[in-house]
Protein backbone atom coordinates (compact mmCIF):
# COMPACT_ATOMS: atom_id res chain seq x y z
CA UNK A 1 0.00 0.00 0.00
CA UNK A 2 1.21 3.26 -0.73
CA UNK A 3 0.21 6.29 0.70
CA UNK A 4 0.57 10.16 -0.40
CA UNK A 5 3.46 11.83 0.67
CA UNK A 6 3.55 13.84 3.49
CA UNK A 7 5.43 16.69 5.13
CA UNK A 8 6.61 14.50 7.93
CA UNK A 9 6.56 11.06 8.90
CA UNK A 10 7.08 10.56 12.68
CA UNK A 11 8.08 6.72 13.81
CA UNK A 12 6.89 6.38 17.37
CA UNK A 13 3.92 7.36 19.25
CA UNK A 14 5.09 7.37 22.50
CA UNK A 15 4.85 10.86 24.77
CA UNK A 16 7.56 12.75 22.31
CA UNK A 17 6.18 11.29 18.77
CA UNK A 18 2.76 12.35 20.37
CA UNK A 19 4.34 15.53 21.02
CA UNK A 20 6.02 16.51 18.09
CA UNK A 21 2.78 15.36 16.27
CA UNK A 22 1.12 17.82 17.97
CA UNK A 23 3.24 20.54 17.16
CA UNK A 24 3.72 19.82 13.46
CA UNK A 25 -0.12 19.58 12.90
CA UNK A 26 -0.32 23.10 15.09
CA UNK A 27 2.02 24.76 12.16
CA UNK A 28 0.02 23.05 10.14
CA UNK A 29 1.87 20.14 8.67
CA UNK A 30 0.94 16.94 6.75
CA UNK A 31 2.17 14.24 9.70
CA UNK A 32 1.90 9.98 9.29
CA UNK A 33 2.49 8.88 12.64
CA UNK A 34 3.45 5.32 12.93
CA UNK A 35 3.60 3.00 16.54
CA UNK A 36 4.24 -0.56 16.37
CA UNK A 37 2.05 -1.18 19.43
CA UNK A 38 -1.44 -1.54 19.55
CA UNK A 39 -1.98 1.57 21.47
CA UNK A 40 -0.30 4.77 21.67
CA UNK A 41 2.13 5.93 24.77
CA UNK A 42 5.20 3.88 24.67
CA UNK A 43 6.77 3.18 27.73
CA UNK A 44 3.53 4.83 29.65
CA UNK A 45 1.14 2.57 29.92
CA UNK A 46 -2.10 3.02 32.40
CA UNK A 47 -4.53 0.48 33.54
CA UNK A 48 -7.45 0.16 35.35
CA UNK A 49 -8.42 -1.97 37.55
CA UNK A 50 -12.30 -2.07 38.94
CA UNK A 51 -12.63 -1.23 42.57
CA UNK A 52 -8.93 -0.64 43.37
CA UNK A 53 -9.12 2.86 43.76
CA UNK A 54 -6.29 3.74 41.88
CA UNK A 55 -4.86 3.48 38.82
CA UNK A 56 -2.22 0.73 37.94
CA UNK A 57 1.07 2.43 36.10
CA UNK A 58 3.03 -0.70 34.24
CA UNK A 59 5.32 2.23 33.08
CA UNK A 60 5.87 5.39 34.04
CA UNK A 61 4.00 7.06 37.27
CA UNK A 62 5.82 10.54 38.85
CA UNK A 63 6.14 13.52 37.74
CA UNK A 64 9.51 14.31 39.02
CA UNK A 65 10.67 17.56 40.50
CA UNK A 66 9.02 20.58 38.72
CA UNK A 67 8.33 19.61 34.96
CA UNK A 68 6.77 22.57 34.19
CA UNK A 69 5.72 21.23 30.87
CA UNK A 70 3.99 17.99 32.10
CA UNK A 71 2.48 20.38 34.88
CA UNK A 72 1.25 22.67 32.01
CA UNK A 73 0.15 19.72 29.89
CA UNK A 74 -2.23 18.59 32.96
CA UNK A 75 -3.39 21.52 33.57
CA UNK A 76 -4.91 22.74 30.36
CA UNK A 77 -6.32 19.09 30.04
CA UNK A 78 -8.08 20.21 33.86
CA UNK A 79 -6.65 16.93 35.01
CA UNK A 80 -5.18 17.52 38.93
CA UNK A 81 -1.66 16.65 40.59
CA UNK A 82 -1.95 14.27 43.81
CA UNK A 83 2.05 15.29 45.65
CA UNK A 84 3.29 11.66 46.81
CA UNK A 85 4.04 10.99 50.55
CA UNK A 86 7.90 11.71 50.91
CA UNK A 87 8.09 10.03 54.37
CA UNK A 88 10.63 7.30 53.64
CA UNK A 89 11.42 4.40 55.80
CA UNK A 90 14.59 2.27 55.92
CA UNK A 91 15.36 -0.92 56.91
CA UNK A 92 18.23 -0.66 59.95
CA UNK A 93 19.06 -3.70 61.95
CA UNK A 94 15.91 -5.32 61.25
CA UNK A 95 13.64 -2.40 61.98
CA UNK A 96 11.93 -0.12 59.24
CA UNK A 97 13.18 3.48 60.85
CA UNK A 98 12.42 6.78 59.19
CA UNK A 99 15.23 7.84 56.79
CA UNK A 100 18.11 10.09 57.46
CA UNK A 101 18.36 13.13 54.98
CA UNK A 102 21.31 10.72 53.41
CA UNK A 103 20.37 12.11 49.98
CA UNK A 104 20.97 15.72 51.08
CA UNK A 105 24.06 14.35 52.38
CA UNK A 106 25.31 12.75 49.17
CA UNK A 107 24.02 15.61 46.93
CA UNK A 108 25.90 18.23 49.31
CA UNK A 109 29.13 16.31 49.24
CA UNK A 110 28.75 16.03 45.16
CA UNK A 111 28.04 19.63 44.85
CA UNK A 112 31.38 20.66 46.43
CA UNK A 113 33.38 17.74 45.59
CA UNK A 114 36.50 18.49 43.26
CA UNK A 115 37.28 14.97 42.33
CA UNK A 116 35.64 15.60 39.22
CA UNK A 117 37.31 18.56 38.22
CA UNK A 118 39.66 16.79 35.97
CA UNK A 119 38.14 13.77 34.26
CA UNK A 120 35.16 11.84 34.52
CA UNK A 121 34.25 8.45 36.67
CA UNK A 122 32.46 6.01 37.04
CA UNK A 123 29.96 6.23 39.46
CA UNK A 124 31.21 3.19 41.46
CA UNK A 125 34.97 5.13 41.32
CA UNK A 126 33.51 7.63 42.73
CA UNK A 127 32.10 6.83 45.78
CA UNK A 128 34.58 4.12 46.54
CA UNK A 129 37.84 5.64 45.67
CA UNK A 130 37.13 9.94 45.78
CA UNK A 131 34.47 10.09 48.11
CA UNK A 132 35.37 7.33 50.85
CA UNK A 133 36.47 10.09 53.55
CA UNK A 134 33.31 12.21 52.88
CA UNK A 135 30.67 9.60 52.77
CA UNK A 136 30.52 7.06 55.45
CA UNK A 137 29.56 3.43 54.35
CA UNK A 138 25.53 4.01 54.36
CA UNK A 139 26.08 6.97 52.58
CA UNK A 140 28.02 5.61 50.10
CA UNK A 141 25.28 2.72 50.06
CA UNK A 142 22.27 4.49 49.63
CA UNK A 143 24.17 6.93 46.87
CA UNK A 144 24.39 3.47 44.15
CA UNK A 145 20.83 2.04 45.51
CA UNK A 146 19.94 5.46 44.21
CA UNK A 147 21.59 5.50 41.02
CA UNK A 148 20.87 1.92 40.09
CA UNK A 149 17.34 2.27 41.67
CA UNK A 150 16.43 5.68 40.35
CA UNK A 151 18.24 5.74 37.02
CA UNK A 152 18.65 2.37 36.27
CA UNK A 153 22.20 2.33 35.95
CA UNK A 154 25.52 -0.21 35.87
CA UNK A 155 27.26 2.29 38.60
CA UNK A 156 30.38 1.08 37.33
CA UNK A 157 30.13 1.96 34.21
CA UNK A 158 27.50 5.39 34.50
CA UNK A 159 29.25 8.61 34.20
CA UNK A 160 29.59 10.39 37.86
CA UNK A 161 30.21 14.02 36.24
CA UNK A 162 26.24 12.74 34.48
CA UNK A 163 24.64 11.92 38.10
CA UNK A 164 26.11 14.81 39.98
CA UNK A 165 24.40 17.44 37.12
CA UNK A 166 21.33 15.41 36.95
CA UNK A 167 21.61 14.94 41.45
CA UNK A 168 21.69 18.71 41.35
CA UNK A 169 19.03 19.98 39.11
CA UNK A 170 15.65 20.60 39.43
CA UNK A 171 14.40 16.52 38.94
CA UNK A 172 15.50 15.52 42.36
CA UNK A 173 15.57 19.12 44.00
CA UNK A 174 13.16 20.12 46.69
CA UNK A 175 9.73 20.48 44.17
CA UNK A 176 7.84 18.04 45.27
CA UNK A 177 7.31 14.08 43.68
CA UNK A 178 3.57 13.98 42.64
CA UNK A 179 1.49 11.90 40.46
CA UNK A 180 -1.04 12.78 37.96
CA UNK A 181 -4.80 11.97 39.16
CA UNK A 182 -6.47 8.93 37.33
CA UNK A 183 -2.72 8.04 36.09
CA UNK A 184 -0.66 9.34 33.08
CA UNK A 185 -3.24 7.93 30.67
CA UNK A 186 -5.32 11.55 31.19
CA UNK A 187 -2.07 12.66 29.81
CA UNK A 188 -2.03 10.52 26.72
CA UNK A 189 -5.55 11.64 25.75
CA UNK A 190 -4.56 15.13 25.90
CA UNK A 191 -1.56 14.64 23.84
CA UNK A 192 -4.09 12.63 21.28
CA UNK A 193 -6.57 15.35 21.08
CA UNK A 194 -3.85 17.93 19.68
CA UNK A 195 -3.86 15.61 16.23
CA UNK A 196 -6.48 16.72 14.39
CA UNK A 197 -7.57 13.81 11.64
CA UNK A 198 -7.05 16.46 8.87
CA UNK A 199 -3.59 17.06 9.67
CA UNK A 200 -2.01 13.76 11.25
CA UNK A 201 -2.73 10.03 10.03
CA UNK A 202 -2.32 7.88 13.12
CA UNK A 203 -1.10 4.09 11.97
CA UNK A 204 -1.00 1.91 15.49
CA UNK A 205 0.33 -2.06 14.78
CA UNK A 206 2.27 -0.15 12.07
CA UNK A 207 6.00 -1.62 12.60
CA UNK A 208 8.49 0.38 10.48
CA UNK A 209 11.29 -1.74 9.21
CA UNK A 210 13.01 0.35 6.59
CA UNK A 211 14.09 4.35 6.36
CA UNK A 212 16.05 5.50 3.55
CA UNK A 213 16.80 8.61 3.70
CA UNK A 214 18.93 11.49 2.02
CA UNK A 215 18.99 15.61 1.88
CA UNK A 216 16.29 15.04 -0.51
CA UNK A 217 14.14 13.31 1.63
CA UNK A 218 12.95 10.24 3.07
CA UNK A 219 11.34 6.49 2.48
CA UNK A 220 9.34 4.63 5.06
CA UNK A 221 8.56 0.91 4.80
CA UNK A 222 6.47 -1.07 7.00
CA UNK A 223 3.91 -3.64 7.67
CA UNK A 224 0.39 -2.09 9.14
CA UNK A 225 -1.77 -5.31 10.06
CA UNK A 226 -0.39 -7.54 7.63
CA UNK A 227 0.10 -5.55 4.93
CA UNK A 228 3.32 -3.90 3.12
CA UNK A 229 2.85 -0.03 3.83
CA UNK A 230 5.29 2.46 1.57
CA UNK A 231 5.35 6.38 2.52
CA UNK A 232 7.25 8.90 1.71
CA UNK A 233 7.76 12.57 3.35
CA UNK A 234 10.17 15.41 3.38
CA UNK A 235 11.33 14.64 6.93
CA UNK A 236 11.37 11.72 9.61
CA UNK A 237 11.02 12.44 12.93
CA UNK A 238 12.47 9.70 15.10
CA UNK A 239 10.36 8.76 18.36
CA UNK A 240 12.40 5.60 19.52
CA UNK A 241 14.12 4.35 22.51
CA UNK A 242 17.95 4.33 21.87
CA UNK A 243 17.58 0.29 21.74
CA UNK A 244 15.85 0.62 18.40
CA UNK A 245 18.35 3.29 17.40
CA UNK A 246 20.87 0.62 17.90
CA UNK A 247 19.62 -1.86 15.94
CA UNK A 248 18.95 -5.50 16.09
CA UNK A 249 15.55 -7.27 16.07
CA UNK A 250 12.41 -5.57 15.63
CA UNK A 251 14.30 -2.18 15.20
CA UNK A 252 14.19 0.17 12.02
CA UNK A 253 16.90 -0.75 9.22
CA UNK A 254 18.52 2.50 7.95
CA UNK A 255 19.78 3.06 4.81
CA UNK A 256 22.73 4.62 4.93
CA UNK A 257 22.95 3.64 8.51
CA UNK A 258 23.47 6.35 11.01
CA UNK A 259 27.21 6.47 11.29
CA UNK A 260 27.14 9.99 12.78
CA UNK A 261 25.35 8.53 15.79
CA UNK A 262 27.41 5.78 16.66
CA UNK A 263 29.42 7.35 19.17
CA UNK A 264 26.60 8.47 21.17
CA UNK A 265 25.10 5.31 20.99
CA UNK A 266 27.78 3.59 22.29
CA UNK A 267 27.59 6.31 25.48
CA UNK A 268 24.06 6.56 26.07
CA UNK A 269 22.57 3.12 27.44
CA UNK A 270 19.18 1.78 28.21
CA UNK A 271 18.89 1.11 31.57
CA UNK A 272 16.78 -2.16 33.13
CA UNK A 273 14.24 -2.19 35.56
CA UNK A 274 11.42 -4.52 37.82
CA UNK A 275 8.45 -3.18 38.44
CA UNK A 276 5.98 -5.27 40.38
CA UNK A 277 2.96 -3.85 41.54
CA UNK A 278 0.76 -6.16 43.98
CA UNK A 279 -2.66 -6.11 45.38
CA UNK A 280 -3.84 -7.25 48.18
CA UNK A 281 -7.12 -7.76 50.22
CA UNK A 282 -6.27 -4.71 52.21
CA UNK A 283 -3.88 -2.24 52.59
CA UNK A 284 -2.18 -4.26 55.47
CA UNK A 285 0.79 -2.44 56.42
CA UNK A 286 -1.63 0.83 57.41
CA UNK A 287 -2.86 -1.24 60.24
CA UNK A 288 0.78 -2.70 61.50
CA UNK A 289 2.12 -1.21 64.92
CA UNK A 290 -0.74 0.73 65.69
CA UNK A 291 -0.80 1.98 62.29
CA UNK A 292 2.88 3.83 62.53
CA UNK A 293 3.24 2.97 58.21
CA UNK A 294 -0.53 4.27 57.36
CA UNK A 295 1.33 7.83 55.75
CA UNK A 296 4.68 6.24 54.76
CA UNK A 297 5.56 6.76 51.02
CA UNK A 298 8.15 5.35 50.62
CA UNK A 299 10.00 1.42 52.15
CA UNK A 300 14.00 0.67 51.71
CA UNK A 301 16.28 -2.04 52.59
CA UNK A 302 19.26 -2.04 50.57
CA UNK A 303 20.38 -6.10 51.15
CA UNK A 304 16.63 -7.09 50.08
CA UNK A 305 16.34 -8.79 45.92
CA UNK A 306 13.68 -5.75 45.63
CA UNK A 307 15.05 -2.96 47.74
CA UNK A 308 12.72 -0.51 47.08
CA UNK A 309 8.73 -0.80 47.77
CA UNK A 310 6.33 2.21 47.55
CA UNK A 311 2.50 2.64 48.72
CA UNK A 312 -0.42 4.73 46.66
CA UNK A 313 -0.08 7.73 49.86
CA UNK A 314 -1.45 9.91 50.50
CA UNK A 315 -4.17 7.90 48.89
CA UNK A 316 -5.22 4.31 50.66
CA UNK A 317 -5.32 1.53 48.12
CA UNK A 318 -4.52 -2.13 48.77
CA UNK A 319 -1.33 -1.65 46.39
CA UNK A 320 2.20 -2.00 46.82
CA UNK A 321 4.82 -1.07 44.16
CA UNK A 322 8.08 -3.58 44.09
CA UNK A 323 10.98 -1.69 41.97
CA UNK A 324 14.48 -2.26 41.63
CA UNK A 325 16.68 -1.08 38.86
CA UNK A 326 20.75 -1.57 37.26
CA UNK A 327 22.44 -4.38 37.36
CA UNK A 328 20.18 -6.23 40.23
CA UNK A 329 16.83 -5.72 37.83
CA UNK A 330 19.26 -7.69 35.46
CA UNK A 331 19.28 -10.82 37.32
CA UNK A 332 15.68 -10.51 38.63
CA UNK A 333 14.55 -10.46 35.09
CA UNK A 334 16.14 -13.94 34.38
CA UNK A 335 12.96 -15.16 36.94
CA UNK A 336 9.51 -15.60 36.03
CA UNK A 337 6.53 -13.22 36.86
CA UNK A 338 5.52 -15.85 39.92
CA UNK A 339 9.04 -16.32 40.87
CA UNK A 340 9.42 -12.43 40.93
CA UNK A 341 6.67 -11.98 43.05
CA UNK A 342 7.61 -14.83 45.63
CA UNK A 343 10.86 -12.70 45.30
CA UNK A 344 8.63 -9.21 46.27
CA UNK A 345 6.44 -10.80 49.35
CA UNK A 346 10.35 -12.21 51.21
CA UNK A 347 11.26 -8.99 50.62
CA UNK A 348 8.16 -7.22 52.13
CA UNK A 349 8.54 -9.91 55.00
CA UNK A 350 11.72 -8.65 55.38
CA UNK A 351 11.08 -5.26 56.23
CA UNK A 352 7.84 -5.86 58.36
CA UNK A 353 8.88 -9.05 59.76
CA UNK A 354 5.43 -11.30 58.89
CA UNK A 355 4.50 -12.32 55.53
CA UNK A 356 2.24 -10.07 53.60
CA UNK A 357 -1.61 -11.49 53.83
CA UNK A 358 -4.19 -11.50 51.24
CA UNK A 359 -2.28 -11.21 47.91
CA UNK A 360 -4.85 -11.06 45.24
CA UNK A 361 -3.35 -9.97 41.59
CA UNK A 362 0.46 -8.83 40.48
CA UNK A 363 0.77 -7.02 37.69
CA UNK A 364 3.99 -6.50 35.51
CA UNK A 365 5.22 -5.78 32.34
CA UNK A 366 8.78 -7.07 30.75
CA UNK A 367 9.79 -3.41 29.22
CA UNK A 368 13.39 -5.46 28.65
CA UNK A 369 11.92 -8.01 26.52
CA UNK A 370 9.61 -5.43 24.93
CA UNK A 371 10.22 -5.88 21.14
CA UNK A 372 9.75 -1.96 20.94
CA UNK A 373 11.68 -0.47 23.87
CA UNK A 374 14.24 -3.39 25.27
CA UNK A 375 14.85 -1.24 28.00
CA UNK A 376 13.03 1.25 30.68
CA UNK A 377 15.06 4.65 30.13
CA UNK A 378 18.53 5.94 29.63
CA UNK A 379 21.94 6.82 31.29
CA UNK A 380 24.95 8.10 30.24
CA UNK A 381 27.91 6.41 30.72
CA UNK A 382 31.55 7.72 31.32
CA UNK A 383 33.03 10.84 29.01
CA UNK A 384 29.44 10.83 27.49
CA UNK A 385 28.36 14.03 29.40
CA UNK A 386 27.91 15.43 25.44
CA UNK A 387 26.28 12.05 23.94
CA UNK A 388 22.38 12.80 24.60
CA UNK A 389 22.96 16.66 22.45
CA UNK A 390 25.01 14.47 19.79
CA UNK A 391 22.07 11.99 19.51
CA UNK A 392 19.63 15.01 19.04
CA UNK A 393 21.02 16.50 16.28
CA UNK A 394 19.56 15.91 12.53
CA UNK A 395 21.00 14.05 9.76
CA UNK A 396 20.94 16.28 6.37
CA UNK A 397 18.25 18.11 7.17
CA UNK A 398 16.46 15.02 6.81
CA UNK A 399 16.31 12.64 10.23
CA UNK A 400 15.21 14.25 13.64
CA UNK A 401 15.56 12.80 16.50
CA UNK A 402 13.25 12.72 20.06
CA UNK A 403 12.80 10.73 22.95
CA UNK A 404 13.91 10.78 26.38
CA UNK A 405 17.05 9.99 25.90
CA UNK A 406 17.66 13.12 23.32
CA UNK A 407 16.80 15.67 26.24
CA UNK A 408 19.67 18.01 27.44
CA UNK A 409 17.21 20.12 29.72
CA UNK A 410 18.08 18.24 32.87
CA UNK A 411 14.58 16.13 32.02
CA UNK A 412 16.16 12.40 30.53
CA UNK A 413 14.97 9.90 31.79
CA UNK A 414 11.23 10.95 32.45
CA UNK A 415 7.95 12.38 30.89
CA UNK A 416 8.88 15.57 31.24
CA UNK A 417 11.99 14.41 29.16
CA UNK A 418 10.17 12.93 26.45
CA UNK A 419 8.01 15.54 26.18
CA UNK A 420 10.60 18.58 25.79
CA UNK A 421 12.54 16.57 23.20
CA UNK A 422 9.71 16.20 20.92
CA UNK A 423 8.94 19.51 20.88
CA UNK A 424 12.56 19.96 20.53
CA UNK A 425 12.82 18.01 17.37
CA UNK A 426 9.79 19.06 15.60
CA UNK A 427 10.71 22.74 16.01
CA UNK A 428 14.08 21.89 14.26
CA UNK A 429 12.26 20.25 11.89
CA UNK A 430 9.63 23.12 10.97
CA UNK A 431 12.98 25.05 10.76
CA UNK A 432 14.19 23.19 8.00
CA UNK A 433 14.87 25.47 4.80
CA UNK A 434 12.99 22.50 2.82
CA UNK A 435 9.79 23.43 5.24
CA UNK A 436 9.80 26.71 5.85
CA UNK A 437 8.54 28.09 2.47
CA UNK A 438 5.47 26.66 2.81
CA UNK A 439 4.44 28.26 5.98
CA UNK A 440 5.82 29.20 9.69
CA UNK A 441 5.48 27.87 13.49
CA UNK A 442 2.91 29.98 15.02
Not at 69 to 95: F, I, K, N, P, S
Amino acid sequence: MALPQFDAIVIGAGVAGLAAAGELARAGRATLLLEARDRIGGRVWTRSEPALGVPVELGAEFIHGRAQLTRDWLARAAVGVTDAAERHLTLQHGVLREGERLFAQVQRVLRHSHALDLRDVSFDTLLDRHLRAELTPEARRFARMMAQGFDAADTRRASARALRAEWSGDTLGDAPTSRPDGGYGSLLEALRRELPPERVQLRLQCAVSAVRWSAQGVEVRARHLGAVLHARARHALLALPVESLRGGSGAPRFAPTLQAKRAPLRAVRSGPVVKLLLRFATPFWETLQQGRFRDAGFFHATGARLPTFWSPAPAHAPLLVAWAGGPRARQLLTLSPPRLAHAALASLERMFGRRPPGVEACYFHDWQRDPWSRGAYSYVTVGGEAARGQLAEPLAQSLFFAGEATDVDGEAGTVTGALQSGVRAARQLLESPRLRPHGRRP
